[in-house]
């Protein structure tokens, strides 16, 4: 190889590495913003979700910005601090909020400015906004299927214990009283079908008889019609009665008749006690005796009298007068 071939060669080898250098630098000015001036912010998060540098700040779905730097807070490694460019044209409402978010469906991550209307301040740049974090779509396709993971399961268990009691009813000696129930419920169809058909016959055969049932039913029917001014003065007739029981003294005449069984029952209670002459009647064995007897002896005197009467009375057949011996009954012969 040549002095002016390896000339040539260096030569190339400073140009490409020129060229490379350029290039680089060109890229990492564009990508720092460092030929544009820009508004610097912060944002302060528990969680940034996988948010880097590089990744873009979007305002109403336009790229308005980048993300710069993500680090700790100091002393608090629970905080994360978001330090984003954005341009220096475009004023943030105070109050806005910055918003991580995902941008398109492979997870890529982004800051969302969601801008407060209703406020007349601005941020400054150095300012911090107020932050939240979009829940990625695992997180909100779990916050939808969790509901129904609970629902599903709690379902699964009552499913399993209808299940187990499904079993504990349905075992050999129900089933079989089950089957023996239904045998009983088509032999039950068979004799009300029976029934039905031996319904049909008498209603068939006694068609006569209800023609005629029908017929004093509705002379019955007709009769009260015809009747019904009497029907109706009878039942007024009924209600004059009842209107003069209810006027008259129902009470008294109640008071009066207890007072009367009262008397009656007082009466009823001397003579059981033996009080009075029908007491002792009633209740004295010996007088009643002693009645009985005389009343016998009488019958046999009226009987004897009847029987003799010359033994009590002698007649005289000259005199219009009559002469009555009475006699002791001992001077009466005996025959």
Known sequence: MTREQKRVIRTGIFFTIIISLAIWGVNYIKSNDLITSKTKLYGKYSNVKELSVG?????????????????????????????????????????????????????TMGLEI???????????????LLTDVEASLSEEVNAQIMPLKIKTESMIGT?????????????????????SSFAHIKTTLINLEKSSVKLDN??????????????????????????????????????????????????????????????FSKIMNKIEKGDGTLGLLLNDKE??????????DLDKLLIDIKENPKRYVRFSAFSFGKKIIVEDTDSIPKK
């Open 202 to 263: 008498i209603l068939v055969s006694g068609k006569d008889r209800i023609r005629i049932i029908l017929e004093n039913a509705e002379s019955i029917t007709n009769n009260l019609e015809k009747n019904n001014d009497n029907i109706e003065r009878i039942l007024k007739n009924f209600g004059d009665i009842s209107d003069t029981l209810a006027a008259a003294n129902i009470t008294e005449v109640i008071s009066n008749a207890n007072a009367s069984l009262d008397k």
């Open 159 to 179: 499913l399993d214990s209808l299940l187990v009691a499904f079993r504990a009813v349905f075992n050999p000696k129900t089933r079989a009283n089950i089957k």
């Open 55 to 107: 990744n873009h700040v979007y305002l109403n779905g336009t790229k308005i910005g980048k993300v710069v730097k993500v680090d700790f807070l100091k002393q608090n490694l629970n905080k994360l601090v978001v330090e984003f460019h954005i341009r220096k044209d475009i004023k943030i409402p105070d109050s806005s909020i910055a918003l991580i978010k995902s941008i398109d469906l492979m997870g």
């Open 287 to 296: 007088l009643y005796n002693k009645l009985e007897n005389a009343s016998n």
């Open 114 to 128: 969601l801008i407060n209307k209703n406020s007349k301040k601005f941020y400054k740049s150095g300012d911090t």
